[in-house]
């Protein structure tokens, strides 16, 4: 007989769902693996979100053998600041933030300076593998560096960020914004100690956040309020998020978005195996029944 008090039958009872029924249910039937190489690599998903007219950071450059990392000071001399990401990442791993230059070198995202041969190094590694998915030979894409809306101005920490809209069939289903904080180095990754703050779909506010799988109200670095804050554009957000999923092929989807403060929302890149922390983030106010 099935015991309904177990922690685990327990959570299905609240409709929450795991990794495996999300692989099961999910993944397997709505995402073809043919069409995982349209999300896994940002180069070709960049590529088609702008043939599809969706809004996307500039691409300045690519980086696809080693010898041309001799070339990578006049390719990044014009741009003051820009973003060095690997084409095959996952987890926000390999990505480096350049907010300026000093006497000569480049600042980071934490202030660190690094020279010529510190970035060099960095998109050596990229294209080695260090940061891809399996390890596999990389690209090394350089592109525009997201100015974050004022809107986050005092509820992230450094880094940019950005809002992961679950997307089934083409309809979103579940909301959140992930905010860096000094621990996630100003990434906004959950796993890496970013905020997860549950957004309501049908009117863009968020209400309180987690961190490290517990409920928060403030943003431990900078004291913001998490909550009752509208994310700006939101049916413009959630449109172009059912776009993706029309030129993906995918019917279960991650997108992040972004909001620059020039340009607006863009979409950053897909998942075809989103995570499920945004569970958390919503406590369960946006129920994942409805995917069914």
Not at 41 to 51: D, I
Not at 93 to 109: P, S
Not at 177 to 187: H, K, V, Y
């Amino acid at each position: 007989m099935e015991r309904a008090w177990l922690p685990w039958n327990r959570l299905r009872q609240l409709g929450v769902m795991g990794l495996n029924e999300r692989n099961a249910d999910f993944i397997l039937p709505y995402n073809s693996r043919r069409n995982f190489p349209l999300v896994d690599n940002k180069l070709l998903t960049k590529a088609l979100a702008v043939e599809a007219g969706i809004a996307v950071p500039e691409l300045f450059g690519v980086v696809e053998m080693v010898h041309q990392i001799e070339t990578l000071e006049a390719l990044l001399a014009p741009h003051d600041d820009f973003v060095i990401k690997p084409a095959h990442g996952a987890g926000g791993e390999g990505i480096l933030v350049i907010t300026g230059r000093h006497r000569g070198r480049y600042r980071k995202a934490n202030g660190v300076l690094a020279d010529e041969e510190d970035v060099g190094h960095h998109v050596s590694n990229i294209l080695g593998g260090l940061y891809s998915l399996a390890g596999r030979p990389d690209k090394a894409l350089i592109e525009y560096r997201v100015k974050f809306d004022p809107i986050f101005e005092n509820i992230s920490f450094q880094g940019v960020p950005d809002i992961r809209i679950l997307v089934f069939r083409g309809i979103p289903v579940m909301a959140m914004i992930r905010l860096p904080t000094r621990l996630s180095d100003g990434r906004a990754n959950l796993h890496q100690g970013a905020i997860g703050v549950g957004i309501d779909l049908a009117s863009g506010r968020t209400f309180s956040g987690v961190w490290h799988d517990r409920p928060i109200d403030q943003h431990p670095d900078t004291g913001g309020n998490l909550a009752g804050r509208i994310i700006p554009y939101w049916d413009e957000i959630l449109a172009m998020t059912a776009q993706c999923h029309n030129f993906s092929g995918l019917g279960f989807i991650g997108v992040d978005i972004v909001l620059d403060e020039h340009f607006g929302p863009m979409m950053l890149e897909m998942n075809a195996r989103p995570g499920l922390t945004i569970q958390l983030a919503n406590q369960m106010r946006q129920n994942v029944a409805l995917f069914y």
